[in-house]
C-alpha cells in the first residue's frame, strides 16, 4: 500500500471512529489505538504536503453534535488536551514548560481526569442561563433543560459571595457507578442493550429527549476550568472560589512544585482511583499561574499550558470459556473471548475482542487457558495475554474459522491486510444489515429515522432484504390496504406501519424520500465501496461528474485523479462491475436519487482570483455555505494560511494560532459583514 493510500485508509478509518464515539456514543476502538492511529496519520500528512485535506481528521476535532438539539457557538473555544501514555512524555512537558518560561518559578495543578461528557455552564447575575456540550469545539448541543435535572449543579449561585455578573465554568457531567448498576439492571429487566461503561451511559442520558428520563438517572458533575477572565492569578485559587460559589469541585487537587510531585501524584491515584464512587481515566497537568497559560498559548487544537496523562489499562485475569465469532458490516470477522464473568474498571466484563487471526497466534491460545483482558482507554476490553502456567496439559490450540459463521462462505484475507472475510458479499446477513446501516446513516442519506435496530428488525421480518427495498416501502405499505392486505407480507406491512405504528411509519417514509435531494457525492459515499470514504468520494463526484461515467471509468483513468491509489481504483472498478452493484445503482436511479453532479450556481466574478481561508463560528451563514458562496462569486477554498493567501474569513472564536500565521504573514481578516458586503 502507498503512503497516499494509507492516508486515505486512514482517514476513513478516524472518520467513522469519530462518528461512534461523539456521534453514536459507541466507540469500537480504545482511545489509545485512536491516538496511535491520529499520530500516524500527522506523520503521513507531514511527509506528503500534496494530499492536505481540510476534512481530514487531523484538521478537527470530533463533535458530539446531534440534530435533536439547537447548536450554540461556544465564546471560547472548547479545545481538547494532549494525551500521554508514559511519564517520559509527562518529563518532557515539565521540561518543555520550564523552558519556554525562562528562570521563572511555575507550579503545575495536579487534578483527576474524568471520564464523562464534557459541558460549559454559562451563568448571568447568578443564574443559570446555558448549558453546552464540547460539540465540535467551536459550538456544541445546548442541553440546559436536562443539565437543570442534575442536582450537584447549582442553578442558582448563593447570595453574599462575590461571583462575576458573567461566569462561564466548565467540567464534566457523568454517572457514578452506583447509578450506572442501577441504570443496567433497569435495562436488563426491561430486555434492553446494558450500557458498555458509565461514560457512554453518560453522554446518551445527557442527550436524551426526555428530562425526566435524566432525573430518574442520577447524573453528577465535576469543575475544573473557568475561561472567563478573573481577578484570581492561579487556576487553583480560581476554583477553590468557585467551590465558594457553590459549584462541586474535586478535593483531590493538588499544586506541585517539582516533577517528583507530579510523579508521587500520578503514583497515588493510579492506584487510590478504584476506591472512587465514579470513573476516572487518569490524570490532568496545568500550569497553574493564568498569566503563565497566556504565555505559552495554545496550538490549532491543544492549549500548550496543559496535558492529560492516562492510566495505564486495568488488568485482570479469568478463564477462557470459548472463542467466537461475528461478522462486520465489511465482511471482516472478527473472534471474540467468552470469559467467566470478571469485574474490571468498573463494569462486568464477559467478552473481549482478540482483534483477528495473527493476534491468537500471537497469544498461542488454547481451549480452557486463563487470559488476561484490560480495558484499553477504560472502553473497550481485549484480551493481552495468557498466564501459560495455568494450562491445562491436553489443551488444544485455538484454531481460527474457515467459513463464515453466518452463511457458510468461505473466508479469505486480503493482501497486506490483517483480518479475514466473508466471500458472500451479496446474501451475507450481516453485510447486507450493515451496508444499510451504512446507507442510511449521517453522513450518508441521512435516513435518521432508520436507526440500526429498525433496520435490524425489518430485515429480520423480511421487510427489506438490501438497500433497493427501501424506496418501494411507500407503495408496497399503500397496497397492503386493498388486496393485497391479505397476503402475508402486506399484514406484516400493516403490522409495523399502520395502526398505532402510523406516526413512526411516516416518518420512515418522509425520511426515505426526502433523501432524493441528498448530492451525488453523499450517495456515492453511500454505496459503501470499500476503501471510498467521504473525502475519496468527494474527489470522485467532482471528477467524473456522474455515475455514468464512473462506471466506464479503467483503472488507469481513476489512478490518474490526485488522492486516488491503486487500492481504491481496483477497489471502485470491482464494485461498479458486480451484477448486483448496477441493478442496486438502476433501482437507486428509478427511485429519483442523484447521480450525477449539479453544475455549481456562477453568481458574480467578484471574488475571482482570490484564495480565502475560513475560520471561526458565523452568525448568518454555516462555513459550507460560506465554502459555496466562495465558489459561486469566482473564488478558491483553501485549508491553510500562506502568502498566497488573499485574506482569511474571520468568525467568532477563530484559533489564537491561525491568528498569529495571519499577522505574520500580513494576510488580512475580513468579517462575516464585509465579506457579504464584497458580495
Not at 238 to 256: N, P
Not at 368 to 392: F, H, L, S
Request: charged residues 25%; glycine residues 6%; proline residues 5%.
Amino acid at each position: 500500500m502507498t503512503p497516499q493510500d494509507r492516508i486515505l485508509q486512514l482517514r476513513s478509518e478516524l472518520h467513522q471512529h469519530n462518528h461512534n464515539y461523539y456521534v453514536l456514543n459507541q466507540p469500537t476502538i480504545s482511545d489509545k489505538d485512536f491516538d496511535l492511529l491520529m499520530k500516524e496519520l500527522e506523520a503521513l500528512e507531514r511527509e506528503h504536503p500534496e494530499m492536505a485535506d481540510p476534512n481530514s481528521s487531523t484538521q478537527r476535532v470530533g463533535s458530539d453534535i446531534t440534530s435533536d438539539f439547537e447548536q450554540v457557538a461556544h465564546r471560547y473555544p472548547m479545545l481538547s488536551l494532549g494525551n500521554t501514555y508514559n511519564r517520559e512524555e509527562v518529563r518532557e512537558f515539565y521540561e518543555r514548560v520550564e523552558s519556554e518560561l525562562g528562570q521563572g518559578q511555575f507550579s503545575i495543578c495536579c487534578e483527576l481526569k474524568f471520564d464523562g461528557l464534557s459541558i460549559s455552564l454559562i451563568y448571568e447575575r447568578g443564574q443559570l442561563v446555558r448549558a453546552l456540550t464540547r460539540g465540535d469545539g467551536q459550538q456544541g448541543d445546548d442541553v440546559t433543560a436536562n443539565v437543570r435535572t442534575i442536582r450537584s449543579i447549582p442553578l442558582q449561585l448563593p447570595d453574599g459571595t462575590d461571583y462575576p455578573d458573567e461566569l462561564e465554568i466548565r467540567g464534566e457531567v457523568l454517572l457514578p457507578y452506583s447509578s450506572f448498576e442501577r441504570l443496567n439492571e433497569e435495562q436488563e429487566a426491561a430486555g434492553k442493550p446494558l450500557f458498555a461503561n458509565p461514560r457512554n451511559a453518560a453522554s446518551g442520558t445527557l442527550k436524551s429527549k426526555d428530562s425526566r428520563v435524566v432525573a430518574h438517572r442520577q447524573l453528577d458533575a465535576y469543575l475544573y476550568y473557568i475561561p472567563s477572565p478573573l481577578p484570581s492569578p492561579s487556576h487553583y485559587d480560581a476554583l477553590q472560589q468557585a467551590r465558594q460559589w457553590g459549584f462541586k469541585v474535586s478535593e483531590h487537587m493538588r499544586v506541585a512544585h517539582s516533577l517528583q510531585d507530579i510523579y508521587d501524584y500520578i503514583d497515588h491515584w493510579d492506584e487510590e482511583r478504584r476506591n472512587l464512587p465514579v470513573a476516572t481515566d487518569g490524570i490532568v497537568l496545568k500550569v497553574n499561574d493564568l498569566r503563565q497559560q497566556q504565555a505559552l498559548g495554545y496550538t490549532a487544537k491543544t492549549p500548550r499550558w496543559a496535558i492529560a496523562y492516562k492510566f495505564p489499562a486495568e488488568r485482570a485475569l479469568t478463564p477462557l470459556e470459548e472463542v467466537t465469532f461475528q461478522v462486520g458490516r465489511t465482511g471482516a470477522v472478527t473472534p471474540v473471548a467468552n470469559m467467566a464473568p470478571v469485574h474490571l474498571a468498573g463494569t462486568t466484563v464477559r467478552r473481549a475482542t482478540l482483534h483477528n487471526e495473527d493476534y491468537i497466534r500471537q497469544l498461542d491460545l488454547h481451549e480452557g487457558d486463563w487470559v488476561y483482558v484490560e480495558k484499553a482507554g477504560e472502553i473497550i476490553p481485549q484480551v493481552v495475554g495468557v498466564e501459560a502456567n495455568k494450562r491445562p496439559t491436553d489443551a488444544r490450540p485455538v484454531v481460527f474459522i474457515t467459513h463464515c459463521p453466518e452463511c457458510g462462505a468461505p473466508l479469505t484475507r486480503y493482501e497486506g491486510e490483517a483480518a479475514n472475510y466473508c466471500t458472500n458479499e451479496a446474501t451475507c446477513p450481516p453485510q447486507i444489515k450493515g451496508r444499510i446501516e451504512h446507507f442510511v446513516s449521517r453522513d450518508a442519506m441521512n435516513i435518521d429515522s432508520l436507526g440500526s435496530e429498525k433496520v435490524s428488525r425489518y430485515y429480520d421480518l423480511g421487510i427489506i432484504s438490501d438497500i433497493g427495498d427501501l424506496y418501494t416501502l411507500r407503495q408496497r405499505f399503500a397496497e397492503s390496504t386493498g388486496f393485497f392486505g391479505t397476503t402475508p407480507e402486506g399484514k406484516l406491512l400493516q403490522q409495523e406501519f399502520g395502526g398505532t405504528k402510523s406516526k413512526s411509519g411516516e416518518k420512515a417514509f418522509q425520511g426515505i424520500e426526502a433523501s432524493w435531494s441528498v448530492p451525488f457525492e453523499r450517495v456515492l459515499y453511500a454505496l459503501g465501496i470499500r476503501f471510498v470514504g467521504k473525502v475519496v468520494a468527494k474527489i470522485l463526484a467532482q471528477h467524473f461528474r456522474s455515475i455514468d461515467a464512473l462506471m466506464q471509468a479503467t483503472e488507469e483513468q481513476l489512478t490518474e485523479v490526485e488522492g486516488v491509489g491503486p487500492a481504491i481504483a481496483q477497489s471502485v472498478v470491482h464494485y461498479l462491475s458486480l451484477p448486483r452493484s448496477q441493478e442496486l445503482i438502476s433501482q437507486l436511479r428509478a427511485a429519483g436519487l442523484q447521480m450525477q453532479m449539479k453544475e455549481a450556481e456562477h453568481l458574480s466574478d467578484a471574488l475571482m482570483g482570490k484564495s480565502i481561508v475560513i475560520s471561526g463560528t458565523f452568525t448568518h451563514h454555516s462555513r459550507d455555505e460560506y465554502k459555496a458562496l466562495i465558489e459561486a462569486h469566482g473564488g478558491k477554498n483553501v485549508s491553510s494560511i500562506s502568502k498566497k493567501t488573499t485574506f482569511i474569513l474571520a468568525g467568532d472564536a477563530m484559533g489564537p494560532s491561525k491568528m498569529q500565521k495571519a499577522a505574520s504573514l500580513g494576510v488580512p481578516l475580513v468579517t462575516e459583514e464585509e465579506f457579504l458586503a464584497m458580495l
